[in-house]
């Protein structure tokens, strides 16, 4: 089945600054990588994501990029701000019609003010 | 729009005794989840629906038991609940591989 790494497990950075959490999979068929922001004791929400037929996308300050020949995907955070401080999973999608995610274990962003 | 329902909210249980987890979505998605989510560990699929009437095993569905009742509906049951089994239960329904999620439940076995 699909692995999921996600790294690195913990980040701080400085309000203002650009934050960036990576990811890498195992399954070359995997072809749906969505980032989901979980803040303390609420549900994940997706905030955005990317198909294999595609690069790069934006999202005002976030963006994703994928590399398929490394298998790797990661999410950046731009001028973060407080209300940018939750959990971030990556996650990837595999089996056409079912359309299972298997997710990285997380990493905690704290944006210091 | 009330989007993926679960109930109840917390629960506690002691080791032995049985439940069920209700998820009701009413997006018209053709596709359920079942997750728990432990600390350090993200969310690990227990088991999913893809469409009305089929069920399928994911990650870790020992323990479990889940019933498509109708398109709206997937319900998670613990049979004989255990200490290993305190967890945060998601469901989450979707279309195209876009899940979303309800806002779960605190499950606590002493």
């Known amino acids: 089945g699909e692995n999921v790494e996600q790294h690195p497990s913990t980040l701080s950075v400085q309000e203002g600054d650009s934050a960036v959490i990576k990811c890498t999979y195992s399954?070359?068929?995997?072809?749906?990588f969505p980032w989901y922001k979980q803040e303390l004791g609420k549900r994940p929400q997706l905030i955005i994501d990317i198909r294999s037929n595609v690069g790069e996308k934006k999202d005002q300050r976030i963006a994703v990029t994928l590399n398929k020949t490394a298998k790797h995907f990661s999410l950046h955070i731009t001028e973060t701000q407080p209300e940018d401080s939750a959990v971030y999973f990556c996650a990837a999608s595999f089996g056409a019609g079912s359309y299972q995610l298997t997710f990285g274990k997380g990493t905690k962003l704290s944006v210091i003010p | 729009n009330a989007g993926v329902t679960q109930t109840p909210k917390f629960q506690v249980l002691k080791t032995g005794q049985s439940m069920t987890l209700q998820c009701a979505q009413d997006m018209n998605h053709n596709s359920m989840y079942w997750y728990r989510q432990d600390p350090g560990m993200g969310l690990r699929l227990i088991y999913y629906s893809a469409s009305e009437g089929t069920t399928d095993k994911g990650e870790v569905p020992n323990g479990y038991n889940v019933s498509r009742l109708n398109k709206r509906e997937f319900s998670l049951r613990l049979e004989s609940a255990a200490p290993s089994q305190t967890s945060v239960y998601f469901c989450?329904?979707?279309?195209?591989?876009?899940?979303?999620f309800g806002a779960g439940t605190r499950l606590s076995v002493l």
């Open positions: 399954d070359s068929a995997s072809n749906y």
């Open positions: 989450a329904s979707g279309r195209d591989s876009i899940q979303y």
